[in-house]
């Protein structure tokens, strides 16, 4: 069956790092489009960035772009995501998800990434 797993997620100080992992299977990873969103306390989940299958077109939110950093290794099935100069802002849970050929979406449950002094 389909399965997203994020990890990586945690807690950090203002302008510090981290790394998201996203771990697939059940699916032709290297054909599907991969993405990232999260979703703030209160907030509606919002969309972070998208990797083509190939990696060569990787759009991004304003709100990360030139911070954030998407990737992904169809060798191991896994997308990551980069996460430099974090900011209080930043914290959210944040999703993984997949479309697949037949319009269904998929998503992770999601790693909670929290920016606080």
């Known amino acids: 069956q389909v399965q997203l797993v994020e990890s990586g997620g945690g807690t950090v100080q203002p302008g510090g790092s981290l790394r998201l992992s996203c771990a697939a299977s059940?699916?032709?990873?290297?054909?599907?489009?991969m993405s990232w969103f999260r979703q703030a306390p209160e907030k509606k989940r919002e969309f972070v960035a998208s990797i083509s299958p190939s990696g060569s077109n990787t759009p991004y939110a304003g709100s990360v772009e030139g911070r954030f950093t998407i990737s992904r290794d169809n060798t191991k099935n896994t997308v990551y995501l980069q996460m430099n100069s974090l900011a209080p802002e930043d914290t959210a849970v944040y999703y993984c998800k997949t479309i697949l050929d037949d319009g269904v979406a998929y998503w992770g449950k999601g790693t909670l990434v929290t920016v606080s002094s």
């Open positions: 059940g699916f032709a990873f290297r054909n599907n489009l």
